[in-house]
């Protein structure tokens, strides 16, 4: 079998091998704990973020600098090596962190105290603010459900980078570029892009297009099921995750 | 990178949710039914040219207990050839090690879908003993379906009914059993190493005592106390008696509480509380098959079957004694037309008597 075809590996199941960046929060190697804790805020930081603008109506201005307190103030406190996955999910943990945190910032006005203005991390605010205003958020819909909404947007969003990044690095940057001009394209993008469209423009036949598709829809897959594995702690709250996240089993 | 819209978020989601028939001759159309189990999608067969239903495994885990059921369930239809039960075309394993079965697509409503639209008794009850004939088809192959109710029996474009969803189905033959699990786990586990005692705990899922599998509302009392190992014919008669309820009443049989359906059916209003122009007999009919006591019920699908043909044909069942004067009223009901011309015959007899005279 084609290596590309064959992701399952030779059982054909989904291997599911990254560890949990929540977990490794909690070690004592510094090294170690910084890199999880990029890893989370990497995840988390653009929901955070539109969450506070919506649901505590904070400004742009407040938004970030209660953002980048946040986060700040987790590492420093180590926030993430207190949860527990048998009393609720990782969003709501983080979540009820934020709030609290959100809170305690406008009771005390320490905001420009704490940390105000000051950058402790190089996120990418202009972006957030401009997906805030491009997806309309439903009246109807409440704050812990956006907050889903938005982690799952980022959470593709940074699956999406790991795979153009690894078809680059492995030579394969066609795999890409199809999944990008078939998958990726909005609906609503003139002339709809086809199979036969493909092949002509990358001087494929259509087999071959979609071979190349199927095995960057599966890679795609891979690396959700390993992203949201370094956001839990357990196969349980994996598999919670999962079912949330898709609606199904994966074991 | 461009920001995803709510729209490609969707759709990537599905891609990671949807199933990968790369490996088949399937191509994907859309998805039609999920369920616990699994999830039914409309796909075409790129060979054949013609669109089949795909009910895929919603797990990717070939070696699990929920695989190992799915594929006996396509094993068991797949022995089952009758005209009211699906037939199965293809089982495998999907690339991304999904367990997966073909079978044929059937367009049509789901039994409740088509009561909503159908007021008749009479047709009712002549789909409901099709089914009927399909369940007994079944028992006589020694297989209990198990999870009977309105939503699994499907009435085609042409009024042909089917029934669906054998996925908790048990074999009651011990013999056929070990045949079909043994067949299954070959099937679907392929350069997997066999346990030294795997045929005889690939049925361990469903046939544990004290596991309740079925619908509350439709599943026997017995099935409902979890007896499984006294799991029979019968219990499927009650399921049948029940959607004879509903079909009758317009409401489902009630059923909070699993361990407490023995309360509830007693306390359950019948059906002619309900609905008084239902008739004495076919509401018999509905209580003989739900009776409480296994030993009361119908012994099998084709005596309920039996009893319902006597009902469409105004015929005495066998669940209801008559008094004379029903008796009397069912003669005359199903002779109308004999007693009209009767009567219009006597009629016009005294007319000429009395216009003779004068």
């Given at each position: 079998m084609d290596q590309d075809t064959d992701i399952g590996g030779p059982h054909h199941r989904f291997p599911v091998t990254s560890h949990s960046a929540i977990v490794a929060a909690r070690s004592a190697d510094p090294q170690v704990r910084e890199r999880a804790l990029e890893t989370i805020l990497a995840s988390y930081w653009k929901p955070a973020y539109k969450y506070m603008r919506i649901k505590w109506q904070a400004s742009n201005e407040d938004a970030k600098d209660l953002t980048q307190g946040f986060f700040a103030s987790a590492i420093e406190k180590n926030y993430?090596?207190?949860?527990?996955s048998a009393k609720a999910s990782f969003q709501t943990f983080l979540r009820t962190c934020l709030d609290r945190f959100v809170a305690n910032q406008r009771q005390a006005e320490q905001r420009l105290k704490r940390g105000g203005g000051a950058a402790h991390f190089s996120l990418d605010f202009s972006g957030a603010e401009n997906e805030l205003q491009q997806h309309a958020v439903a009246s109807e819909i409440s704050p812990e459900d956006y907050f889903h909404r938005e982690w799952v947007r980022s959470l593709f969003t940074l699956a999406i980078e790991t795979l153009s990044r690894r078809y680059d690095d492995s030579g394969r940057s066609v795999y890409f570029k199809l999944f990008e001009l078939y998958d990726l394209a909005d609906n609503d993008s003139e002339p709809k892009v086809s199979y036969a469209s493909l092949a002509n423009e990358f001087g494929l036949n259509t087999t071959d297009v979609t071979n190349y598709l199927a095995a960057a829809r599966r890679e795609f897959r891979k690396i959700v099921l390993e992203k949201v594995r370094e956001l839990t702690t357990t196969e349980e709250e994996f598999r919670a995750e999962v079912r949330m996240l898709l609606g199904v089993e994966v074991k | 990178m461009r920001s995803l819209s709510d729209d490609r978020v969707e759709h990537l989601r599905s891609i990671a949710v949807n199933p990968d028939f790369s490996s088949t001759k399937y191509g994907i159309v859309k998805e039609l039914a999920r369920g616990g189990m699994g999830t039914v999608y409309l796909a075409e067969d790129t060979e054949l040219s013609r669109q089949v239903a795909i009910k895929v495994l919603n797990t990717s885990e070939a070696d699990s207990g929920l695989a190992r059921r799915m594929a006996r369930e396509a094993r068991i239809i797949a022995r089952l050839e009758h005209p009211g039960i699906v037939p199965v075309h293809d089982v495998g394993v999907l690339a991304d090690g999904r367990v997966f079965y073909a079978m044929k697509l059937v367009r049509g409503k789901r039994l409740d879908e088509h009561a909503a639209h159908n007021d008749s008794i009479k047709d009712r009850l002549r789909k409901l003993q099709a089914a009927c004939d399909a369940v007994a088809f079944a028992h006589a192959n020694g297989v209990i379906h198990r999870d009977l109710k309105p939503q699994n029996i499907m009435i085609g474009s042409f009024g042909e009914v089917l029934v669906l969803d054998w996925g908790v189905a048990k074999i009651l033959q011990r013999d056929r059993a070990a045949e079909v699990s043994s067949e299954a786990d070959t099937l679907m586990l392929p350069g997997r190493k066999r346990a030294p005692d795997e045929s005889s705990w690939s049925n361990r899922e469903d046939t544990t005592h004290g596991t309740i599998m079925g619908t509350p509302g439709y599943m026997s009392p017995e099935q409902a106390r979890g007896e499984i190992e006294q799991l029979d014919e019968r219990s499927d008669v009650y399921s049948l008696g029940a959607i004879l309820y509903f079909l009758l009443t317009n409401q489902r049989p009630r059923a909070t509480n699993l361990r407490d359906q023995d309360q509830e059916s007693q306390t359950m209003p019948r059906p002619r509380e309900i609905n008084s122009k239902i008739s004495k007999a076919a509401e018999a009919v509905c209580l003989k098959a739900m009776a409480r006591s296994t030993t009361e019920r119908y012994a099998s699908a084709a005596e309920l079957s039996a009893d319902i043909a006597n009902l469409l044909d105004a015929e005495p069942v066998s669940a209801y004694r008559e008094n004379a004067f029903e008796k009397t009223s069912r003669w005359l009901g199903k002779n109308r037309f004999l007693v009209f011309l009767v009567l219009a015959y006597l009629l016009m007899r005294i007319f000429f008597i009395l216009t003779a005279r004068r």
């Open positions: 993430f090596a207190r949860y527990d | -």
